[in-house]
Each structure stands twice: as structure tokens, then as C-alpha cells.
């Protein structure tokens, strides 16, 4: 990697050391000009007219999405952000009292939140897999629940918030397609982080943010949808006019394929945005992005545990490039706002961000420390000996 140039076309290198990619990472030039260009678009002609105008490099942003994801471009739908994604694909679920719906006990905890509204609306019986005793969801356990309580749905987070595991997705997906059971994965943290083929995974949803290790513009994400879900007859719950057709007064026709996932509204010059921060990811290379972020990773972890008072909470068979920390007596928040002064973007997480991952390690939260392809040497630097000269 040119990691110079990298950092040229990163405005923000030259104002912070900015470590907070799971967060939102610094978007590169051409993802900036791609926003501001629509915008300005948008002052100059109207709303509608720029998105007829643009209507060539909105297909493109499918097209390079849909490359990232490796699945085809009419496989993906475009959401306001990933969250609303994952809600589209839960709620194509018609669970009833008693159906099972597994998980793990790594899943985001917004994700946790809304299978237990489940549980409490439908009576969903809501089954979190234990951990493997290396860290991340036993296999074996997954399994055995797949093919004892034949779920109605399975949902895993690829990469969880709160620490560097990354969970094999892949595998969950293997028992999965062998019993036909829908499967979901948020991928949040792990597009634009390491390589990712939904086909490989064998997922039928695959949702997604661009803002996170993918460089995209806040407010932005995108949901793979499986031919598989066509085929079960799976819908999103509050289809609108761009999801479905209304063809008689007590009749409506949904779209083919992802876009009947999608909404009538949206902030084009966002999807343009995300569009080209998956042509950027492409550029600069999957692999060499994971192999290289995952290094500053273990780099960075190697050195915490040599400050007084660290911990790293990092736990399991594969690790990303996430690094948490906790520091006996100190808040994160504070630990936050102390870097923030020095010119070190991290961020902090409490128990409430993740309440079973942090009570089973026994903290009351994290420093989340989570370093991108294009941090160099000295963006370590001056992160450690700010912990030192904070912590000392």
C-alpha cells in the first residue's frame, strides 16, 4: 500500500489521529466530492431533476456495491442506514407464539433490543448460542439448536460493536442452507474491513452502514437480499410506493428482487457517496486493507498491555482490527475526552452498549480504539504516549 498517498486523499490525516473507524472513518476525497457534487447538483437544478440527471452513476453505485458484497447489483437495496436495513429483513419474518429465533450473545445490542420486542409482541422464543470457550458462538452448540429447535429465523453479527472478535459467519451460514432456515448477518463493522461474499456466507439478508470501516458518508447503508427470499415468498412488513405497486384498491404487487426492500425517499448524493466508497475499497483492496488494519490492531494491543492499570478485552479465534480496553478506574468517556484534546479520535462504550459481552468480562465499559488501512506509525505513537502521560 502507497500509504502516503492514502493519507493525501484523506483530508482529515492532517488534522487528527483518527481512530475511531468503527465509529465513522475519515472519507476520502473522492467519496467527499462524490456528496458535495450531488448536492451542489441538487442547489442548481432541483431534487428531481439531479436524480434523472444522475440516473447513469446511481446504477453505477449498485453495481459497485453489489461488487463489494459479491452478489449482483439487483441483489442490493439502498436504506438510510443499516438499521433500518436490518428491520426491513426482520420484519419479512411472520414468526408466531413459540417460534425460535437464534442469536448469539455478540449481537449489537440494538439488534438484542429488537428481537426481545419479539419476544414480548409474538411470543418469539429468543435463543442466544453460548460462547465457545476460545471466545465467539460455539459452532457445535449453533448447530445443535438449528437442528433440535429448527429456528424461523437465525441472526448473527458478523463483527461484534464492543470488541475485535469476528464470528464465522460462513459456517453459521453452512448449517443454515442444510435445514433451509433464513439467515441474517449484520455486517456493519466488517464491510471495508476485510473481504466479504455474501454468496460465500450463504446468507439470505446481508445488512450494512457505509459510514463505518467502509469510508462512506454518515446516513447511508444498503441490505443484500437473496434470491432465496423471493422464493419463500418473504416481504418486508410496511412496503411503500417504490417496494410495491398498488395494482387494485385492496391489491398490491411487490417489486422484484432487493428494491422492494427500498423507500421512495432518499438522499441520492449519500447513495452516490457510498457508491464510490465501495469503488475506493475495491481500489485499494480488501485483503490488504484487512491484513494491514488487523496489524495496527495487534500492534496496538501489544502495547496497551504494557500501561499501568490496561486490560485488553479482546477475546477469540480471530481477531479484527476493534481493539477495546479497560483502565482500572478510569471512565472511557473521560479517557475519550482527554485524547479528543490532544488530537486522538476514539470513542467509548458503557455496559448498556453491550451488556452481556461486558458483564461476562466484568467491566463497566470500554475505550474502543479501532485503527483503519491508512493510520500510519506515528498516529500509534502519539495514541500510546498520550494513554501513558493520561494514565501515569
Given at each position: ?17 483518527h ?38 452513476s ?13 452478489t ?20 419479512t ?5 413459540g417460534?425460535?429465533?437464534a442469536?448469539?450473545?455478540?449481537d449489537?445490542?440494538?439488534n438484542?433490543?429488537?428481537y ?11 435463543v442466544?448460542?453460548?460462547d465457545?470457550p476460545?471466545?465467539g ?28 472478535l ?6 453459521i ?21 476485510m ?9 439470505d ?23 432465496r ?23 398490491y ?19 452516490l457517496?457510498?457508491g ?9 483492496g ?8 488487523r ?5 496496538i ?7 499501568s ?7 477469540g479465534a480471530?481477531?479484527?482490527a ?5 483502565f482500572?478506574g ?6 475519550v ?33 479501532s ?14 504516549g ?7
Open positions: 500500500m502507497d500509504i502516503a498517498r492514502l493519507r493525501s486523499e484523506t483530508p482529515g490525516c492532517a488534522h487528527r489521529v481512530l475511531n473507524n468503527a465509529g465513522a472513518a475519515l472519507m476520502p476525497d473522492p467519496v467527499v466530492r462524490a456528496v458535495l457534487d450531488h448536492v451542489e447538483l441538487e442547489a442548481r437544478i432541483g431534487g428531481y431533476e439531479a436524480e434523472a440527471e444522475r440516473a447513469t446511481i446504477e453505477a453505485a449498485y453495481e459497485a456495491v453489489g461488487t463489494l458484497l459479491g449482483t447489483p439487483e441483489r442490493v437495496a439502498f436504506m438510510e442506514h443499516a438499521t433500518a436495513g436490518f428491520v426491513a429483513a426482520l420484519s419474518v411472520r414468526f408466531q407464539h417460534d425460535v429465533l442469536t448469539t450473545r455478540h449489537y445490542v440494538s438484542q433490543i429488537q426481545l420486542s419479539l419476544a414480548e409482541r409474538f411470543g418469539v422464543d429468543v442466544r448460542v453460548p465457545a476460545e471466545g458462538v460455539d459452532l457445535a452448540e449453533m448447530e445443535a439448536v438449528i437442528h433440535r429447535r429448527r429456528p424461523k429465523l437465525v441472526a448473527v453479527t458478523h463483527v461484534p460493536t464492543s470488541s475485535g469476528v464470528q464465522d459467519v460462513a459456517a451460514g453452512r448449517m443454515c442452507r442444510a435445514r433451509d432456515v433464513t439467515y441474517l448477518v449484520d455486517g456493519c463493522q466488517s464491510v471495508g474491513q473481504p466479504v461474499d455474501v454468496e460465500a456466507i450463504g446468507c439478508f446481508f445488512s450494512a452502514t457505509a459510514r463505518k470501516y467502509l469510508r462512506g458518508p454518515r446516513g447511508a447503508g444498503f441490505l443484500f437480499v437473496s434470491e427470499v423471493a422464493e419463500r415468498g418473504l416481504e418486508p412488513l410496511f412496503p411503500d410506493l417504490r417496494g410495491a405497486d398498488l395494482v387494485a384498491p385492496d391489491l404487487q411487490p417489486a422484484h428482487g432487493a428494491r422492494g426492500f427500498e423507500t421512495w425517499e432518499f438522499a441520492w448524493a449519500l447513495v457517496g457510498t464510490e466508497a465501495a469503488r475506493y475499497a475495491l481500489g485499494v480488501l485483503e490488504a486493507a484487512r491484513d494491514r488494519a496489524a495496527l490492531a495487534v500492534d494491543r501489544r502495547r496497551l498491555e504494557a500501561l492499570g490496561a486490560r485488553v478485552l479482546d477475546h480471530e481477531l479484527g476493534t481493539v477495546t480496553v479497560a482500572d478510569r471512565d472511557p468517556a473521560a479517557l475526552r482527554a485524547l479528543r484534546v490532544r488530537g486522538v479520535n476514539t470513542s467509548s462504550q458503557t455496559r448498556l452498549d453491550a451488556v452481556l459481552d461486558y458483564d461476562d468480562k466484568g467491566v463497566e465499559g470500554a475505550l474502543r480504539i485503527p483503519h488501512y491508512y493510520n500510519d506509525a506515528s498516529d500509534l505513537d502519539t495514541l500510546l498520550a494513554l501513558e502521560e493520561i494514565v501515569s
